[in-house]
Nanobody, 121 residues
Framework: QVQLIVSGGGLVQAGGSLRLSCTASELTFSFYAMAWFRQAPGKGLEWVSAIDSGGGRTSNVDSVKGRFTISRDNAKNTLYLQMSSLKPEDTAVYYC??????????????WGQGTQVTVSS
């Protein structure tokens, strides 16, 4: 059974950094694009960032451009989200998700369990 295990969340002051990881098992990780989502308190799920299967093409929501970097290590079956210059509005539960194809198509079939990121002002 495919599993996506998310780690790396926590409490950080505004302006600080965190790196999230999403490690996949029972999956040919290098075959699939991946994405990060987040859900802030009282709000809906928001797409944050995506990366294709080879890691050569990435995209980000405007609100995190220049601050967040998505990357992957296919040898380690792991997806990352490096978050810098964090703002209180970045506070949310962050999830990783697996695309159904090698490109960022926008259709996801497996999700990680989520990790809380809290940014204090």
């Amino acid at each position: 059974q495919v599993q996506l295990i998310v780690s790396g969340g926590g409490l950080v002051q505004a302006g600080g950094s965190l790196r999230l990881s999403c490690t996949a098992s029972e999956l040919t990780f290098s075959f699939y694009a991946m994405a990060w989502f987040r859900q802030a308190p009282g709000k809906g799920l928001e797409w944050v960032s995506a990366i294709d299967s080879g890691g050569g093409r990435t995209s980000n929501v405007d609100s995190v451009k220049g601050r967040f970097t998505i990357s992957r290590d296919n040898a380690k079956n792991t997806l990352y989200l490096q978050m810098s210059s964090l703002k209180p509005e970045d506070t949310a539960v962050y999830y990783c998700a697996k695309e159904v194809t090698e490109v960022t198509w926008g259709e996801y079939d497996y999700w990680g369990q989520g990790t809380q990121v809290t940014v204090s002002s």
